[in-house]
């Protein structure tokens, strides 16, 4: 991981320290700040774009919901993120969108141990998945973090009428990026809610999944353009260079079944002038 990829997680950094992290800010123009979120790094779909894009932007990781907050801040010029509840409470009601992209999309699973004591792969739907795991009393890892992932399952334990825990019990909140969640959960034999393409880039667990088939497990990436942006130029034409020439280059990404990591979201970006 880059010295700069190690800074863009402090999600409090300002943007003086940020630039003070890269040679180019000291040469001229900053670059543009990207926050993305840790699913798009973990599986592997941030590396194919850094792959391809000259200069590499100022990249912040971090949980959809801290994205999103930095860029109502004004601290990020251009987002990728998965939550789409948050991103039209954070960014889209408040005006601070000037271009929205449909990005892509991947899947979510419900995985867990293969002796699956809940039955999960005898469920009909995701929320019933849900509400075999609450009524079984099986442990389940969730992100507990306001990523796009963590907003999904709690979505979906409300579809299943059930309110888990707060803390103890057999519901834990690991407040940690999806990688580290699924090692969680795979050390303590339990369920997770799993985003596949990361969990396609994980090597040596144990978990299984369980159940994918619902629409409602989609999971869609949007890219945003920040109306506050001091780069609002270099800023839409990085988004749209994102959408015509790395979008086609992340839709080769597979999973180990050979079926494709992300599908490409129909629609294309709209100004919100």
Known sequence: MSTLRRIGRLLGLGAGLMCGALAACTTGERPLRLGTT??????????????????????VIGPSGQILVAAARGDLDVVITHAPSLERRLLVEPGHVLLA????????????????????????RAADAFG?????????????????????????????GVRPPAAGGWYLQAGADQATTLHVADER???????????????????????????????????????????????????????????????????????????????RCTDRL
Request: proline residues 7%; contains cysteine; aromatic residues 8%.
């Open 132 to 160: 075999r795991i609450a009524a079984a009393a099986g442990q389940f890892v969730s992100r507990g973090d306001s990523s796009g992932t963590h907003v999904k399952e709690l979505a979906l334990w409300n579809a299943a």
């Open 189 to 267: 034999n339990a369920y997770a809610l799993a985003d596949l393409p990361t969990l396609a880039k994980l090597g040596g667990l144990r978990l299984r999944v369980l159940f994918a088939a619902d629409t409602a497990l989609t999971n869609p990436y949007t890219l945003y353009v920040v109306r506050e942006s001091p780069r609002r130029a270099a800023a839409q034409a990085f988004a749209q260079w994102v959408m015509d020439s790395a979008r086609p280059r992340i839709l080769e990404l597979r999973l180990p079944d050979g079926t494709r990591a992300f599908v490409a979201r129909p629609g």
């Open 38 to 59: 840790f699913t798009v790094e973990q599986s592997g779909a941030l590396a194919v774009l850094d792959s391809l894009v000259h200069p590499v932007p100022a990249t």
């Open 101 to 124: 992209c449909p990005f892509v999309a991947s899947r979510f699973a419900i995985v867990g141990p293969a002796a699956d004591p809940a039955r999960v792969a005898a469920a009909q």
